[in-house]
């Protein structure tokens, strides 16, 4: 959806979102319903008055207020602020004016609905705590704001006549971390989004009244004690409360579905009595829940009820999933099993799910779906700062695994009220225990919870969970590999042993966090930023991080990457346009990499980030608009439960399967072709292969090193420094090993050819580390050498050095002058004589997989530079003029859209990175949120591709779209 239309979705959708403890519900006093009138006003203006809780009140001044939701959200609801995703205008908001306790206050009328049944007011969450005052009497306090409300107003209601609800809400105060967690921690700034006036305090979720009689069921927990397809034994336990001064008897019944499992028991309960009672029900041939892609999500429901002379005095309806995790941390890595079955992690971080907490309702089963539709089968909540039900239930729904931060960010400080932190940390797990997602509870970001609340929470996971899921201390160490870096790298980096972390131990392992920036297109660039500021880089950009405020995710490397490997961009178009490719490789690299060493290191990868809070240009796949970025693409292609995939370090080609299942008879096939479209048969690749369930096959390395004398000889050097993967490495064919020298000037290294060869090309790929002045030498001896080529002023990259012909068996580099404190650092030196083919500057490497009747199960397509990450002859590229085709249907609530996209068969060159968007026909707005099953995909001449698009029809409300289709040599 549009995110100006965000108010009207939680309005409408407001009630829906009740559904959280599965109790019958009377009444939501959420703003969704008409009947509630929720006002805010700042208690410094009002003093210390108590007319607020008096019907008569008038509170016309107050400012319109939105619950669930903040007060800062409110007062831009009711457009008091400027909209605080445009330009700087939250950076202009005067803080002074929500960093201070707040009063809400409501009124409302409810009937009784039943003779003699009691009436609950319920709160799922405050930020940071509140007092709640009905009809003027104080019903106690909420602090925390995972912490549940639950209050008896039985006699302080005025039936049919108007009440009034008032709270006293305490914003939570400075310095924010870790003092006064349990809240949302990022609200007082990260390097991802600006400071929330407020803090984000306010009524932050669901407000409502229930019924019920004396006997009230609470906390209903489903365990599956053992499972396999066979059977399922189920432990089913709960609280029973009885309200009254007077003995009860009853009977506590469940049914389970599907299958009709019933149970039953007899209670009797004494006044004020409150009892523990379990059941070990079982299933026969039970469906088992599975993350996504490796099986299907099947959900049971059990309903509970107690009844008192067939009066039913409590309900309880829990959704649960059948399924069983273990955990181990063989070879120093965490390996997550479900059923049995270890897990290969492919997951994203969320920051926050919005960042004024305005994502509510299907809003989360919208972006979830978005995870699924990109193959992920983890979201890590991180330090816990997504608090919605909705957000759970969506991951339930779609095999997402959820690894759940409590609130703690490393620093070396206590909040200050450990006791209210471990309250609601008892709370979270209680209230979320049972859903099939969570897959692990984690202490603290990038540290461990000071004494004592890393045993405290511990002992609540052991307690309150059963152990049923892992306690892990510390996000980025004990079996992970650390966290980041977070900008971004050449894709061969991502395979190369190993990919730095910080903290944890070295490897791929499972890495809870590493990214890139990520910059978004044009169209959702403009949104948020006056056009003033377009171009160039400026200070407006920083504020939406890319620059300084957002070091971590280096802005000026992912510019590189842009302007020296596609060209400098010619203005914001051109830079927005060209970042849709870095995103592209970057993003599906970083996957692609620990997949090529799974199990052998590698047990998983989450991103950082996988969603946007905030508009802005780092860390994220679909943008804060919905537009799928590049980096979706490269995630979603590279994350295929079944997925063929090259590497950029040593050029092999894997047959990665995620599934348990295992493929016999595929084949596998590698196309490269140069820019015109022509192949290039020398290098191209088939091989018939057995993908086996869980694990990566290789198929077979393509040699770009067909005519390089150089490939696979001997190699010596005066030294090897300890980071060295050895001489060998500099005529291995892989820029993902590197040979380097000790730190000293005066270093050498050369090849034997094993004969004397005619020479005419030397081709050396530097690592940063590269000489600033050295001399080529050829020697038929490797005693005497001749001078062949000589510099002052190398530049280091990938240098190509035409000689006259020249016959020597030995080539030398001999370094004269470092460009660092560091040696000299070569991946490859390559040599060349006659070359029997040329290839373009810029290759096209396809891959297919195809099952034994041909049908395609997979593929593939990367682009590749002779001079490592040098794209820029793709400017060259013939402008071409595609041809398009579609029709819409309505399939209940969406739109399904058909598209065929052509390259003509006479067109003057390949359609490359082809971008299609939907937009309205009347005013060329995009149409979002939406799910495409390919973008900025290559077609040959005379190639077609046919696109599956849809969305929610409510978003094209005149049926009329347009197709806007872009390739990167458009005309």
């Not at 029997?836 to 396809?846: C, G, K, Y």
Request: glycine share 8%; charged share 20%.
């Amino acid at each position: 959806m549009l995110r100006n239309k965000r108010w009207a979705l939680s309005a409408v959708l407001g009630i829906l979102c009740l559904a959280a403890n599965g109790q019958e519900k009377i009444m939501t006093l959420n703003s969704s319903n008409a009947a509630v009138s929720w006002k805010v006003k700042a208690a410094a203006e009002l003093g210390q008055t108590t007319d607020i809780h008096a019907t008569a009140y008038n509170d016309q001044q107050w400012v319109k207020g939105i619950v669930p939701g903040t007060v800062f959200g409110s007062f831009v609801a009711a457009g008091l602020e400027k909209d605080p995703n445009y330009a700087d205008n939250i950076y202009q908001v005067d803080k002074a004016k929500y960093d201070r306790d707040f009063w809400y206050r409501s009124t409302f009328k409810f009937s009784r609905r039943k003779a003699g049944e009691q009436q609950w007011l319920n709160f799922e969450g405050v930020n940071r705590k509140a007092e709640v005052f009905l009809n003027g009497h104080r019903l106690g306090l909420l602090d925390g704001f995972m912490d549940r409300g639950k209050f008896d107003v039985t006699n302080l209601l005025r039936y049919d006549q108007p009440n009034v609800l008032a709270l006293l809400v305490s914003w939570p105060g400075t310095p924010i971390v870790n003092y006064s967690s349990p809240t949302y921690i990022s609200s007082a700034s990260w390097d991802w989004m600006p400071y929330v006036p407020g803090l984000n305090m306010g009524i932050t979720d669901d407000v409502y009244i229930t019924g019920s009689g004396a006997i009230t069921i609470q906390d209903p927990w489903v365990r599956t004690s053992a499972a396999d397809t066979s059977l399922a034994k189920l432990s089913i336990s709960m609280e029973l409360d009885n309200h009254s001064a007077q003995a009860q008897e009853g009977t506590i019944s469940g049914t389970i579905q599907p299958g009709n499992i019933r149970f039953s028991k007899n209670v009797k309960l004494s006044a004020g009595q409150t009892e523990q009672v379990s059941f070990q029900p079982e299933i026969a041939h039970p469906a088992l829940w599975w993350p996504n892609g490796y099986g299907s999500q099947p959900l049971y429901t059990c309903d509970l009820q107690f009844t008192v002379k067939d009066s039913v005095s409590d309900s309880h309806n829990v959704t649960f999933g059948v399924r069983r995790f273990s955990y181990d941390t063989t070879g120093g890595v965490l390996h997550i099993y479900i059923n049995g079955q270890k897990i290969f992690i492919k997951g994203g971080n969320w920051g926050m799910s919005e960042y004024l907490l305005r994502c509510r309702g299907s809003e989360y089963d919208t972006k979830l779906k978005l995870h699924r539709e990109m193959n992920f089968n983890m979201v890590r909540n991180w330090i816990g700062s997504t608090t919605d039900e909705e957000f759970y239930t969506a991951c339930d729904r779609y095999g997402l695994l959820v690894w759940d931060d409590f609130w703690l960010n490393s620093h070396p400080n206590l909040p200050k009220d450990i006791f209210a932190f471990n309250r609601n940390a008892v709370e979270k797990i209680k209230r979320l225990r049972n859903h099939a997602s969570i897959a692990v509870w984690c202490g603290d970001n990038e540290g461990y919870p000071l004494p004592p609340l890393n045993n405290w929470l511990k002992e609540d996971v052991s307690t309150f969970d059963g152990n049923d899921r892992l306690y892990q201390a510390n996000s980025h160490a004990d079996g992970l590999t650390g966290s980041g870096p977070w900008t971004n790298f050449a894709p061969a980096w991502y395979f190369t042993r190993f990919p730095g972390g910080f903290g944890g131990t070295p490897g791929w392992g499972l890495r809870t966090e590493i990214g890139t920036a990520v910059f978004p297109s044009f169209e959702s660039f403009k949104q948020f930023m006056p056009d003033s500021s377009w171009w160039p880089r400026n200070k407006m950009w920083d504020l939406h991080f890319f620059g300084p405020s957002a070091a971590n995710a280096g802005p000026d490397r992912y510019d590189e990457a842009i302007n020296k490997g596609y060209g400098t961009a010619s203005g914001i178009e051109d830079y927005c346009r060209k970042a849709q490719l870095v995103n592209i490789e970057v993003n599906k690299a970083m996957y692609e990499g620990w997949l090529h060493n799974m199990w052998k290191d590698a047990s998983g990868i989450m991103t950082w980030m996988s969603q946007s809070a905030y508009p802005s240009m780092v860390w994220q796949t679909y943008d804060y608009y919905y537009d799928l970025t590049g980096a979706y693409w490269g995630v979603k292609k590279a994350c295929e439960p079944l997925h063929i995939q090259w590497s950029a370090a040593d050029n092999s080609v894997k047959v990665v399967n995620t599934t348990l299942q295992d493929y016999s008879n595929l084949k596998a096939e590698a196309i490269v072709y140069n820019m015109d479209g022509t192949i290039a048969k020398q290098i191209g690749q088939t091989a018939t292969v057995r993908a086996a369930a869980n694990n990566t096959t290789p198929c077979f390395d393509l040699n770009f090193n067909a005519d390089n004398l150089a490939f696979r000889k001997t190699v010596v050097a005066s030294s090897s420094s300890p980071e060295s993967a050895g001489t060998a490495a500099a005529a291995d064919g892989s820029v993902g090993s590197r040979w380097s020298s000790n730190y000293n000037d005066n270093e050498w290294i050369y090849v034997d050819l094993g004969v004397a060869q005619e020479i005419s090309n030397v081709v050396l790929i530097w690592e940063d580390a590269h000489a600033a002045a050295y001399n080529l030498q050829v020697s038929d001896d490797a005693q005497s050498w001749t001078d062949v080529y000589k510099t002052e002023t190398s530049k280091g990259g990938t240098e190509t050095i035409a000689l006259q012909a020249v016959k020597a068996r030995y080539v030398r580099m001999l370094g004269r002058k470092r460009a660092s404190q560091w040696g000299y650092s070569l991946y490859e030196l390559e040599v060349y004589g006659k070359r029997s083919a040329t290839l373009s500057e810029v290759q096209f490497i396809r891959l297919r997989l195809s099952d034994a009747k041909g049908s395609l199960q997979s593929d593939n397509f990367y682009w590749r530079g002779n001079r490592n990450g040098d794209y820029t002859a793709l400017n060259q590229l013939p402008a071409v003029q595609l041809k398009v085709g579609s029709k819409a249907v309505q399939v209940s609530d969406s739109t399904r859209i058909t598209a065929t996209v052509s390259n003509p068969s006479n067109a003057a060159g390949p359609a490359f990175a082809v971008c299609v968007q939907v937009v309205r026909a009347d005013n060329n707005e995009r149409v979002l949120p939406l799910v495409m099953s390919d973008n900025y995909f290559t077609l040959l001449k005379g190639e077609s591709k046919q696109l599956e698009i849809s969305f929610e029809k409510r978003l094209l409300e005149s049926g009329k779209y347009k197709l806007i289709v872009t390739p990167y040599n458009h005309k």
